[in-house]
């Protein structure tokens, strides 16, 4: 990149919009493994607007596609989901070398950490109701029709745990450094015991959970965040890695810190129109821990292989995995061979 | 392990050696330093135990094998018996280390054959072992 990164994103801009374009207040965001993640405002025609760009990184914690993200949030920015503007898509890199897209920011709100203990007191039960029916309204949305559909591959009903299992048993299997006989254990007992076929064909943000969403400290969500891995699959997929142990706090019993785990079944059904199938979330419930291990897994080797230089790729492949590891042996501890 | 100590404390000193390009800004350098602080300290505190704790894991992984080292085929249960009867002679962390990757080898070999075999007993024993193990690495948060 010739001149600074300050000075390619101006370049861009005023490339894109075909008017001269500054930056003021450039500064990038903690947190966000799998893309770098800026905010600045951008001063075009007067105008200021403020802005939030995600690049992709040399080393990632996961493989995404930054397409299926930006159609992500074009699928539900203004349709009863917080998710912020989708504005500029530029997969070539052009000035910024690598591919990024651009936002709209939406500011005054803040990100809680899934390890802070009480992170949403006294607002809890207000933000479990606006995070939990928020998920049922993603799940709700017909799938045709979604800009979502026009990027992602619609796997059949009786196919989605197929697909979701494969690829993550095959980072696990490409990118393990040291044997893990607890999440393999898992893997084969979710091949030995397949859930029914998904009710409906669903978007799946496939991060959804405390510290990926803004809420405005009173209790509203004000901005669904990190769509990277967002994909079409059984709603239920959400619904399992939202409620997953390693998101509350320890010894907090309320699903992410927020409400109780029958209370956020509740307020699922009630926002998506679907019925919760006890049975089959046992299965969703055992992958999400298993999804979780193969991106630990998975960072642990682009911590090696990118030279150890970001602190939260080692982070989650050691901290967060130890985690996994105890939630996933609880989990196989009260699960039939 | 994965990472190893060693790689953990490269990387801390990676982050205090290497600034942050100066789009970053000052909050994104202090939280990146903030958690390599974190690591440091938890690294320290997995120094002090992992040798321990993986000769702990060592021998109960030993125990199983060897409790099963007659159930399955010859081949099997001969390597079985074989792992079983060994014990930790060097006590380095990289040798260790590399004992508990080829036992946890063995353990999932052993745990799939179980299952194959529909032992119940067995498996529920080795999913006790799952919960000792994972206990045993956990990492108390402030090191």
Known sequence: MSGGFAEGVEAYLSRVWGAP??????????????????????????????LILRRDPPASLIETDRRSEFMALKSFHGRGVAAPEPLILEEAGAE???????MARIDGGVAASPFAPDPYAPHA???GEDFFGTLGRIAAADVPGLPMAEVCEAPALDQCWKRELDYWAGVIEADELHPQPIVRAAIRWLHRHPPPPAQKLSVVHGDYRTGNFLHDGE???????????????????????????LWRPHGDSRVGGMVSRDEAIRIWEAASGLTFDPAAFVWWELFASVKGQAIWISSAKEYRDGGYKEPILCFSGWVTARRHDEILAAKLAELPL | MTPTVREILQGVAMVLATPSPPEAGPMYDASRKGMASTLAVLAAGEAERLAAATIAENADIRAELGASAGAYDATLGGRLAKAAANTDADLTTPALDGVNARLRRLLIELHGAIEAAGDVDGHRRIVALYGR??????LPLGG
């Open chain 1, 96 to 102: 910024l070398e690598r591919p990024f897209f651009v």
């Open chain 1, 21 to 50: 374009t500054t930056i003021e207040g450039l500064s990038r965001i903690s947190g966000g493994a799998s893309r770098e993640t800026y905010r600045f405002d951008a001063i075009v025609g007067g105008e200021r607007r403020p």
């Open chain 2, 133 to 138: 193990m994972a206990v045993g690495r956990r």
């Open chain 1, 125 to 127: 039960a207000k933000v």
């Open chain 1, 219 to 245: 209790g509203r969500m004000i901005a669904v965040l990190d769509w990277e891995m967002s994909h079409l699959g059984d709603p239920l997929e959400d619904l399992g890695w939202a409620m997953d142990p």
